[in-house]
């Protein structure tokens, strides 16, 4: 082979790996946040979640894409390990469908379509309507690369290593381990495809021997989900490792069938003679049977997920109830003991939030700020879980007192919730601060910092060993102290701005510091006396 034929085979490996970028990301934003809602929702049937994953994918030729928003929605919880296997066994199926757009043959008339997809994306005023011409012209390039390749290979017929080398690939390991490894470094299976059915076009490799790759092939294409799921919850890694052991499952279960079945006979059949369409619909008929297979055994497949990653995060740990039980039905005072016992830990975390939210205005820490809105999730979660169940406690047989207790705490829970809003309020303070490059005065922080020491008190002593009237008494003083002090500490800072001494956006920062201190204060206050 000359160099021209080698300089040939990069620039259509270039253009049809552009080609099928420009064409997937025109169709996803054509589809726009759609396809991320119909994933996220239309999950409820198990057959369902399939042909959702399968159409999302063959809207945006890509599986790994699917696979990735599927990780992302299981690390954020609103999706379990057992509806996204569904979806990944769907966009195993929706993924075929660019080798069975390759195998068409019309790279005569690639030119012709990537001009026409010039024409609607340049002069379309319709956003949707350029993103449409954008994919068409994905689709053109994607065919013209394909044509490309397939003529710098045509020297390849007559070089008697390139053909003996093809004929290792007989050999499944070997088919296997290379088809991963292409896969996996493309981080694409359509990609790869298209490359093989490229060399199949010239004749130098047998269906038999393209199998074994092909196989290969859909084991690569998890890289780009696995990639996505590191640093992710311990959910988001099992949920990558699904798409790790359908793949590996379906290519054990096709080798040892190619001893005893002519799966390769079987397919040239209805193939129409074609090597291309030959490579497609062997990966179509993969994909489809697998998942056929495999469907009966799809809770088992999540559930040898969990055997494999054993163990929960510290994230899932804290977004669960620790001393209310759903399944237990209790009487209804010791139901009110595990009530304000879920709700002392909620306190536990919304005082950490406020203490932690509070030190980044003095010192800024990227990674306590990310804690901050982690434990935010917490708190909302324990509060909306928490509310509930005291609704639903409130049918059991009680007297007048126990009644008024549960009303009490469902309004503590909710007082707590607002507090750990306004925590982050003054998170999202110190995060502007830190990154506009402002600066409090020296004055400015001794009057944050004493405002901070009486509610530090005020969140200690909600529980301490005060009588309750004692501590009615102390939350009362003690919020009437703080938004003394925030009124006049508030005339003080118009002073300072007035004798530009104060920066006035610095001051605008230390006006929602102190708004937020005030809120606090009286949610806390609101709280403690209504706790036991």
Same mark, same amino acid.
């Given at each position: 082979m000359s160099i021209n034929y080698f300089i040939e085979l990069l620039g259509g490996l270039a253009l049809f790996?552009?080609?099928?970028?420009?064409?997937?990301?025109?169709?996803?934003?054509?589809?726009?946040?759609?396809?991320? %809602?119909?994933?996220?929702? $239309? !999950?409820?049937?198990?057959?369902?979640? &399939?042909?959702? =994953? #399968?159409?999302?994918?063959?809207?945006?030729?890509?599986?790994?894409?699917?696979?990735?928003?599927?990780?992302?929605? %299981?690390?954020?919880?609103? $999706? !379990?390990?057992?509806?996204?296997?569904? &979806?990944?066994? =769907? #966009?195993?199926?929706?993924t075929t469908i660019t080798g069975q757009l390759v195998a068409l043959n019309i790279s005569t008339l690639a030119p012709i379509i990537a001009f026409v997809g010039f024409l609607l994306n340049t002069f379309s005023k319709s956003k949707k309507k350029k993103y449409i011409g954008q994919?068409?012209?994905?689709?053109?390039?994607?065919?013209?690369?394909?044509?490309?390749?397939?003529?710098?290979?045509?020297?390849?017929?007559?070089?008697?290593?390139?053909?003996?080398?093809?004929?290792?690939?007989?050999?499944?390991?070997?088919?296997?381990?290379?088809?991963?490894g292409v896969t996996a470094l493309l981080q694409s299976s359509s990609a790869s495809l298209g490359i093989l059915q490229a060399v199949a076009n010239q004749?130098?490799?047998s269906l038999h021997s393209a199998m074994?790759?092909?196989?290969?092939?859909?084991?690569?294409?998890?890289?780009?989900?696995?990639?996505?799921?590191?640093?992710?919850?311990?959910?988001?890694?099992?949920?990558?490792?699904?798409?790790?052991?359908?793949?590996?499952?379906?290519?054990?279960?096709?080798?040892?069938?190619?001893?005893?079945?002519?799966?390769?006979?079987?397919?040239?059949?209805?193939s129409r003679n074609l090597p291309a369409a030959?490579?497609?619909?062997?990966?179509?008929?993969?994909?489809?049977?697998?998942?056929?297979?495999l469907i009966p055994f799809s809770k088992k497949l999540a559930d040898l997920s969990f055997k494999i990653i054993p163990g929960i995060d510290k994230e899932q740990e804290e977004m669960s109830l620790k001393y209310i039980n759903l399944n237990v039905v209790k009487d209804a005072p010791a139901t009110f003991t595990d009530v304000k016992a879920e709700v002392r830990r909620l306190l536990d975390v919304v005082t950490m939030n406020y203490e932690h939210s509070v030190e980044l205005l003095k010192e800024f820490d990227e990674e306590k700020y990310e804690e901050v809105f982690r434990r935010e999730k917490v708190i909302n979660y324990l509060n909306k879980q928490i509310s509930a169940f005291i609704i639903d406690s409130?049918?059991?047989?009680?007297?007048?007192?126990?009644?008024?207790?549960?009303?009490?705490?469902?309004?503590?829970?909710?007082?707590?919730?607002?507090i750990g809003d306004h925590s982050k309020n003054i998170a999202e303070v110190a995060k502007l601060k830190n990154d506009e490059g402002l600066l409090f005065t020296d004055v400015t922080f001794d009057e944050l910092r004493e405002i901070n020491a009486i509610i530090d008190k005020m969140f200690h002593s909600y529980d301490g060993d005060m009588e309750k009237d004692e501590r009615v008494l102390f939350m009362r003083q003690s919020n009437e102290l703080v938004q003394k002090e925030a009124s006049a500490f508030r005339n003080n800072h118009m002073i300072r701005m007035r004798e530009k001494i104060c920066n006035p956006e610095s001051g605008l920062l230390y006006e929602k510091t102190l708004a937020a201190m005030e809120r606090i204060s009286s949610y806390i206050s609101n709280a403690g006396k209504l706790s036991m």
């Open positions: 790996l552009y080609g099928m970028e420009m064409m997937s990301s025109g169709l996803e934003l054509v589809a726009g946040d759609k396809l991320r %809602v119909v994933i996220e929702k $239309m !999950t409820s049937n198990f057959f369902k979640s &399939i042909l959702v =994953g #399968a159409l999302v994918t063959a809207v945006i030729q890509s599986s790994s894409a699917t696979t990735v928003m599927v990780v992302g929605f %299981v690390n954020a919880g609103l $999706m !379990t390990i057992y509806q996204s296997v569904g &979806i990944i066994m =769907g #966009a195993n199926i929706g994919s068409i012209i994905g689709l053109g390039f994607l065919f013209m690369g394909m044509q490309f390749m397939s003529d710098s290979m045509a020297p390849l017929r007559d070089y008697p290593g390139f053909a003996s080398l093809m004929t290792k690939f007989d050999n499944p390991i070997l088919g296997v381990l290379a088809g991963t004749g130098v490799i074994y790759i092909i196989l290969g092939f859909n084991i690569g294409t998890c890289v780009t989900s696995v990639l996505s799921s590191v640093g992710s919850s311990k959910n988001a890694r099992r949920t990558a490792l699904v798409h790790v052991l359908f793949n590996i499952i379906g290519t054990i279960i096709f080798v040892c069938a190619s001893f005893v079945i002519p799966i390769d006979k079987i397919v040239i059949r209805f030959e490579i497609a619909n062997l990966h179509t008929l993969f994909n489809i049977v697998t998942t056929i297979l409130l049918g059991l047989s009680m007297n007048e007192q126990t009644s008024a207790n549960f009303a009490n705490y469902l309004r503590i829970s909710r007082d707590m919730e607002r």
